[in-house]
């Protein structure tokens, strides 16, 4: 790390301002080199200056401001430099190419919060959270990311694992003195509380995955049901095409809701019934799959028609999945819907008018319901393990350790102990970072966009 890395940190396009980001050592050697301050004077730290970036031949290639930020006080720890010039693509291009001449290397994707991490300023958790923070798709996703970057997650891990610690120094040792008895509550104790810990975790990352990767929920029923329109109601924005005549809408749409803070992919599967045209089965097919991809489905029923064959057939179509059956066109509230039919998988039944919109809050609110396992998550919890990574984690230190209390309640093998603990302890630093190779740090922060 002791090169000096330079990004554009400001997403393509045209905007109104653009910022070119560098961290390490060169960082204000090279700052100097390519920005001419209006009113000289060496950089200050936290300061900003008003000058002009200067090409490599001399002329000027824009007004900008520069940020100094003198290592450690910086997002890397290491000196970081901002410059922040018009948002244009060549502005913001030469601008990079300027301080690449003058010594910079282009960064990875994810390199400066790469640095942060290897330096020690951010946990793994909290670098993660930084990528959380920027893809959230819902509040509630953005407050369960912001939480998990303020560290919460990275404190309650560590606090688990340095209680394993010392038993695991306890236990090593004995093991080069077989003969001597291992005092079991100076381990069962720390084990319990350890595991405890891990499992209330646990407990809360149904919910925390759900609003941090959201999920998918396909729309189901025969044609002219209301499938496009309930979509549309959902998102409270016209963007599938309603259409009166059956049959017509043979893609399936997929679009992104905001259902009480729950990022849902609603899938509009049209045309899901037995055809020969060889169109409409590349729709068939297609609407299949997008079941078959759904986390959950919506099975709409027209509450104004008796129930045809096709209706029927649609409850052996979504008898695998979790079900919610729908009355759409429940056009008078006064006016109860028929008894929903049987369904090996039904999970909720809802009333509603996609026309009229009665009941669309509250089929959002039961779907939202349904994908967080039941209840929606406290006001304020943001608390939650959020992230599949960190529950695989947390699964195989909880495993470790129902292990060791098993070998402690047997036969106390210390051999065996020490191994249960280590892989207890390591998989928890996983999380944190204390214990991951490179390869995984590779894999994660190759996510990154490239000046994050
Ligand atoms: P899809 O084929 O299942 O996608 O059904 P559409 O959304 O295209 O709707 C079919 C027809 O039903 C259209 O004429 C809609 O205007 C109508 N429709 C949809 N929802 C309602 C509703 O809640 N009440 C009434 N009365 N008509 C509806
Ligand atoms: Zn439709």
């Known amino acids: 790390m002791s090169d000096t890395i330079a990004a554009i940190a400001t997403p393509p396009g045209e905007g109104g301002i653009g910022i070119i980001r560098l961290s390490g ?8 080199k390519i ?6 004077g060496r950089l200050r730290s936290h300061r900003v200056r008003y000058g002009h970036v200067i090409g490599p031949d001399g002329n000027v290639i824009d007004e900008a401001l520069l940020t100094f930020m003198a290592a450690p006080h910086s997002f890397t720890r290491e000196d970081v430099i901002e410059i922040s010039c018009h948002g244009g693509a060549l502005p913001v291009q030469l601008t990079l190419e300027a301080a690449l001449a003058a010594g910079a290397r282009l960064a990875n994707p994810g390199e400066f919060t790469m640095r942060a991490f290897l330096n020690g300023r951010i946990d793994l958790s909290q670098a993660e959270a930084t990528l959380d923070v920027i893809r959230a798709q819902t509040s509630a996703g953005l407050a369960v990311a912001q939480a998990q970057l303020g560290g919460w997650l990275a404190r309650e891990v560590r606090v688990a694992r340095a209680a394993l610690l010392e038993p695991l120094a306890y236990i090593t040792a004995l093991i080069d003195f077989p003969e001597e008895g291992i005092e079991p509550q100076a381990v069962a104790a720390p084990i319990a509380q350890a595991l405890a810990t891990v499992e209330r975790l646990l407990a809360s990352a ?8 959201g999920a998918r929920v396909a729309l189901v029923g025969r044609p002219n049901v209301g499938k496009s329109s309930l979509l549309n109601a959902l998102l409270r924005v016209e963007r599938a095409i309603v259409t ?10 997929e679009e992104t809701a905001n259902l009480a803070g729950v990022p849902v992919v609603l899938i509009d599967t049209a045309g899901m019934r037995n055809s020969t045209d060889p169109v409409e089965q590349i729709g068939v097919e297609r609407a299949a799959a997008a079941l078959a991809s759904a986390d959950l489905a919506l099975l709409v029923f027209d509450a104004q028609q008796p129930l045809t064959d096709e209706d029927e057939a649609m409850l052996t179509t979504t008898a695998d999945k979790p079900t919610i059956i729908v009355w759409n066109k429940c ?5 109860l819907p028929p008894t929903a039919p049987e369904h090996p998988h039904r999970v909720a039944v809802a009333a509603c008018s996609a026309r009229y919109g009665h009941g669309i809050d509250e089929l959002a609110k039961t779907i939202a319901t349904t994908l967080l396992g039941g209840t929606l998550p406290a006001v304020g919890a943001t608390h939650l393990v959020s992230n599949p990574r960190h529950r695989a984690a947390l699964r195989r230190a909880a495993e470790y350790l129902r292990a060791a209390q098993e070998t402690l309640n047997t036969n106390a093998a210390t051999d065996l102990l020490a191994a249960d603990l280590t892989g207890a302890t390591n998989a928890l630093g996983e999380i944190t970072g204390e214990t991951v190779g490179e390869d995984l740090l590779d894999v994660i922060f190759s996510r990154f966009c490239i000046g994050k």
């Not at 050592?25 to 100097?32: C, E, G, M, W």
């Not at 149904?206 to 941090?212: C, H, M, S």
């Not at 009166?244 to 749409?253: A, C, H, K, Q, S």
């Open 25 to 32: 050592p060169d960082a204000q050697s090279i700052a100097v």
């Open 35 to 40: 920005f001419r301050p209006i009113r000289p």
């Open 331 to 335: 056009d008078d509230p006064a006016i």
């Open 244 to 253: 009166p005549i059956p049959g017509t809408t043979r893609d399936t749409l």
């Open 206 to 213: 149904e919910q925390g995955i759900v609003l941090r990767n």
